[in-house]
């Protein structure tokens, strides 16, 4: 079994770039075969990466739901899905991208999704590393679409709101149980050190179980590069935000 990354976190902190600095240092270790799984409805992990965006999951889950029994060619139902999923991967020279794409629509999913989980663990296997895209929330890792998660990286902005929301979603985490083996809080956007930041920051952070393990400076290469519309993934290896999750990927052992 390879090693499974999943970043998670409240909306708008910058979750989907984290994502993709991430998987821009993977690829620059070497670290392959490499997936990468955007599991945010309101897909666009593509759009950083820089690559086509395939055939969603969503869609492969909602055509053989319509289809019923009337599966093609005489294969069974998760023969037919694995088939469909398989197709719907945008390969590339550095990674593999699979779309999870919208949620449930109305109707019965439940034989898909138990399927669909079938399948997903099956694909993710053949992986030395797979890195997902969460939704706002943990909305995926609940319905369990992941089975098992080896480093969660827990994603907020400095805003004392956003870390109460981030207190949260560490309830959530804590209910899931031994399925999330490491969990890693880490603040994105800040200037300076935890120490340096308004009072009411530094209340919700000693309120939080976990300390921050990592800093992600607010960087703005990345901030040109989204204006621009380029791939996150052709920023700089010296830009500051790229060093910081460098720096985390080490510290906890990716690199080793």
């Not at 620059?28 to 490499?34: D, Q, V």
């Not at 319509?66 to 197709?87: S, V």
């Not at 981030?166 to 050190?193: F, M, P, T």
Request: aromatic residues 4%; contains cysteine.
């Amino acid at each position: 079994m390879g090693t499974t990354l999943a970043v998670a976190g409240k909306g708008g902190v910058g979750k989907t770039s984290i994502t993709a600095l991430l998987l821009k240092a993977l690829m620059e270790a070497g670290k392959k075969p490499l997936l990468a799984i955007d599991a945010d409805s309101n897909s666009n992990l593509h759009e950083v990466l820089g690559i086509r965006q395939p055939r969603s999951v969503g869609c492969v889950r909602e055509d053989t739901r319509k289809l019923g029994d009337n599966i093609p060619g005489g294969m069974t139902r998760d023969r037919f899905m694995e088939y469909q999923i398989q197709a719907s991967l945008e390969e590339t020279k550095t990674l593999d991208f699979l779309s999870m794409g919208r949620p449930e629509g109305p109707g019965c999913y439940c034989m898909a999704n138990n399927i669909l989980r079938e399948v997903i663990s099956k694909l993710t296997s053949n992986y030395s590393f797979v890195v997902i895209d969460n939704e706002a929330g943990l909305e995926h890792l609940s319905r369990r679409t992941e089975e098992e998660v080896d480093h969660l990286f827990i994603i907020s902005d400095p805003a004392p709101r956003s870390l109460r929301t981030i207190g949260r979603i560490l309830e959530l985490i804590d209910e899931l149980g031994g399925r999330i083996h490491n969990k890693h809080l880490i603040l994105s956007r800040v200037q300076g050190a935890v120490e340096d930041m308004p009072e009411g920051t530094r209340k919700e952070i000693n309120r939080l179980p976990y300390a921050p393990e990592g800093l992600i400076p607010y960087d703005e290469t990345l901030v040109e590069l989204d204006l621009q519309g380029k791939p996150l993934v052709e920023i700089s290896s010296e830009a500051p935000s790229y060093v910081a999750v460098k720096e985390i990927l080490q510290k906890i052992g990716i690199f080793n």
